[in-house]
């Protein structure tokens, strides 16, 4: 019975191999349903190679609906047997999860700072923006930011409101661009430096910044601001 059991693995890994194979042929020439057929018959059988390309066809939508749980099912069978392709795959796909759960609950943080803003609880507004900022939100620094401009909540502090107006103009958000101008602009906790406001007002109006597009108006090329 063991020589029979050994038997019936090797055939089925010749079997299995030679599936892959013939799905290799067909996706080179584009049979893509042909193709997913013998990976899924190999990937049944346990062949690591066809395991992972199930899970690339099933990740990028490959003659199938893209589905990135399933997918990381099938890399992590492969995985489980030593494909190294498959450990890419899936490592990346973790860290594509990670960074969209954390954009999610940093939106939901930045939102919930909103709301708690507009109902005058500016502690807990604060708070949740300093943790919508941890999870990445650029727009969360720049409020976070308003808060030691005005005093809000924290001492006043220009320098760290300048810090936190850079960093959110860095990762793209322009109201903190516009802030981090006016700053400039005016020489709230740096040396007053009207050309240098322009150029941020400038990215921030770019980006449909309305504040920035008013502060525009009243300086002209030269950066000389109408009294």
Known sequence: KEAEKKLN???NKIRAKSLYEK???YYKNNQI???LECY????????APAQYMMGFFIEKGIGVY????TAMQWYQLAVNQGNNKASDRLKALREIQ??????????????????YYIDGKKKDAFNSYKKAANLGSAAALGQIGKFYANGDVVDEDFSKALDYFYEGYQKGDAESAYMYGRCIEKGWGCEKNIDLAIKYYRYAADRNNIPAMYRLSFVDKIGQREV
């Open 9 to 11: 693995a090797l055939e």
């Open 40 to 47: 899924k018959e190999s990937a049944d059988i346990g062949f």
């Open 23 to 25: 799905g290799e042929l």
């Open 66 to 69: 893209a589905n990135l749980n």
């Open 33 to 35: 349903k042909k193709a």
């Open 98 to 115: 990670t960074i969209e759960k954390n954009k999610r609950e940093a939106k939901d943080q930045y939102d919930l700072g909103n709301r």
